[in-house]
């Protein structure tokens, strides 16, 4: 599996626990630890994940994850135990999925379509 994404920050109550779930489901690997409060993925493509522990009310984020096979990937992921809000539909954009995490941060998984006739 193969995903792409541009930096995003995403806040959450436990690191430990987001950094796990990132981890084993989506094979993002550890970078660097600046401090107790602040922890950065990367994906393949070196694009990042920081993650922030906010222990008041965390406003639900959106993260696009561009795959080359949405299909492919959404089974993939639901192997694993993610949960899909929506499964692969066709949208303006693309094939897209859309799934949660543990803290209600929505990812959607977009396979980039050009629908337009030359």
């Known amino acids: 599996m193969k995903l792409e994404l541009e930096y995003t920050c995403l806040k959450v109550k436990d690191v430990e626990e987001a950094v796990i779930f990132l981890k084993s489901i989506l094979d993002l690997e550890l970078e660097n630890v600046n401090d107790l409060q602040k922890t950065i993925l990367v994906t393949n493509s070196n694009h990042k994940i920081e993650l922030q522990e906010c222990i008041d009310h965390i406003e639900n984020q959106q993260v696009l994850l561009l795959t080359k096979d949405c299909i492919q990937d959404f089974y993939t992921l639901k192997s ?3 949960y899909f809000v929506t499964t692969p539909d066709y949208t303006s954009l693309g094939l897209m999925a859309e799934f ?3 803290y209600g941060n929505s990812y959607r998984l977009l396979e ?4 337009k006739l030359n």
């Open 112 to 115: 980039e379509r050009n629908y």
């Open 80 to 82: 694993r135990g993610v």
């Open 100 to 102: 949660l995490d543990l």
